[in-house]
């Protein structure tokens, strides 16, 4: 049975896929947090440090991913397939020849900066998340030393980081950004004429949207109670281009990776 359902779930993901860039959808996504109050919003810097610090369990019997070069290994082993192998198909993928100076916007412990920048040395890689905490525990290691870290909120009032980069690289922040803080990212990049390769695992195609409309329809109520905390948004590939077109910035080249998809955007 379990292995009829993946099959089930591996078709719908791909007809999903194909479907996604026509169609502008989203959801936003409510998480259990009995701490929270009734309508506060995504989380805060310090509540995504919170949660990383938490969360390494389900992943390693070590406390901390970040305590040493062997225990942070041993994360990304355990997180191989979940997040690592997207980023091999888009080094195999994507020509990173046009842009040497990469600004990742949303970084989290680093994974993806370790392992693209493990295969293409020549990168200048500046990896950046507004979680202060986060960079402090990936600057004690000497595994990610040869990575530039700054903390860096993308929804501040200065977006300059931006300038003397070619390319800024997310993965699934656009996950945590509402539509407005999306659309003036975007505007930014356009206006810092630096193109957007967003990769993501959060996208939401019409299938998935359709079979999963009950329980879209309970998580609606969750935003009303306490107890649940909006947790950001699934949105589709057509969707993300919309906001992008919005702020005068066009897709310009779409992969699936993996469990990922990637959508580069050029002013
Ligand atoms: C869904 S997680 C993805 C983390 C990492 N990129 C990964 O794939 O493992 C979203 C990340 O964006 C960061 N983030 C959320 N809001 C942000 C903001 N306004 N500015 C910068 N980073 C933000 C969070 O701290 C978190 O690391």
Not at 69 to 89: F, T
Not at 163 to 179: R, T
Not at 234 to 262: D, K, V
């Amino acid at each position: 049975v379990g292995g009829v359902r993946d099959l089930i779930g591996a078709g719908v993901r791909r007809l999903d896929g194909w479907c996604e860039p026509h169609f502008r959808l989203t959801r936003p996504l409510y998480v259990a947090d009995p701490a929270a109050a009734a309508g506060a919003g995504v989380w805060s810097a310090q509540e995504w440090q919170r949660h990383r610090r938490a969360a390494t369990a389900p992943f390693e019997a070590h406390a901390d991913r970040c305590a040493g070069d062997a225990q942070y290994a041993r994360y990304l082993v355990a997180i191989h397939e979940a997040k690592l192998r997207a980023v091999l198909a888009l080094a195999d993928t994507f020509d990173f020849g046009p842009y040497r100076r990469v600004l990742e916007l949303g970084c989290g412990d680093m994974a993806q900066a370790f392992v693209l920048c493990g295969r293409l040395p020549g990168l200048a890689y500046t990896a950046t998340d507004f979680d202060a905490g986060v960079i402090a525990d990936c600057a004690r290691l000497p595994l990610l030393a040869g990575i530039d870290k700054r903390v860096f909120d993308v929804t501040g009032p200065d977006l300059g980081l931006l300038d003397g980069h070619d390319l800024a690289l997310s993965w699934s922040l656009e996950f945590s950004l509402d539509d407005a803080q999306l659309t003036r990212l975007f505007a930014a990049c356009k206006a810092h004429a630096v193109p957007w390769l967003l990769c993501t695992h959060t996208g939401i195609g019409p299938l998935r949207f359709w079979l999963e409309a009950p329980r879209a329809s309970r998580q609606r109520r969750y935003a009303r109670e306490p107890g649940w905390r909006l947790h950001g948004w699934l949105r589709s590939a057509g969707q993300i281009a919309t906001l992008a077109g919005a702020a005068g910035i066009a897709l310009a080249w779409r992969a699936r990776l993996a469990n990922h998809t990637a959508l580069l955007f050029e002013p």
